[in-house]
């Protein structure tokens, strides 16, 4: 089964930019649809964006399309999160996922234990 770790969160300024990782590991992420999603206190967790397995078409949440972009390197087993322009109400617990198919969240699981952004002045 894949396993994630998930890094690059912190805290910044509304307008900043951070980029997010998520290293895989026990399998191939290959085979898999990739996903970001978040959760911030309070609330239940939300999709953010997702991947096909080769790469070749992403998704976003209305909320964050134009400033995130979602990146695999399947050579390196890793998944990227850029994320520009953040905005306070982007502040979450950000998770990433394998999935058997990009449009069908319901098939997301192995998360990792992410990573925190705080957007604060």
């Known amino acids: 089964q894949v396993r994630f770790v998930e890094s690059g969160g912190g805290l910044v300024q509304p307008g900043a930019s951070l980029n997010l990782s998520c290293a895989a590991s026990g399998a191939t992420l290959d085979y898999y649809a990739i996903g970001w999603f978040r959760q911030a206190p309070g609330k239940e967790r939300e999709f953010v964006s997702t991947?096909?397995?080769?790469?070749?078409?992403?998704y976003y949440a209305d909320s964050v399309k134009g400033r995130f972009t979602i990146s695999r390197d399947n050579a390196k087993n890793t998944v990227y999160l850029q994320m520009n322009n953040l905005k306070p109400e982007d502040t979450a617990v950000y998770y990433c996922a394998s999935g058997k198919a990009a449009t069908v969240l319901s098939s997301f699981d192995s998360w990792g234990q992410g990573t925190q952004v705080t957007v604060s002045s």
């Open positions: 991947i096909t397995r080769g790469g070749g078409t992403t």
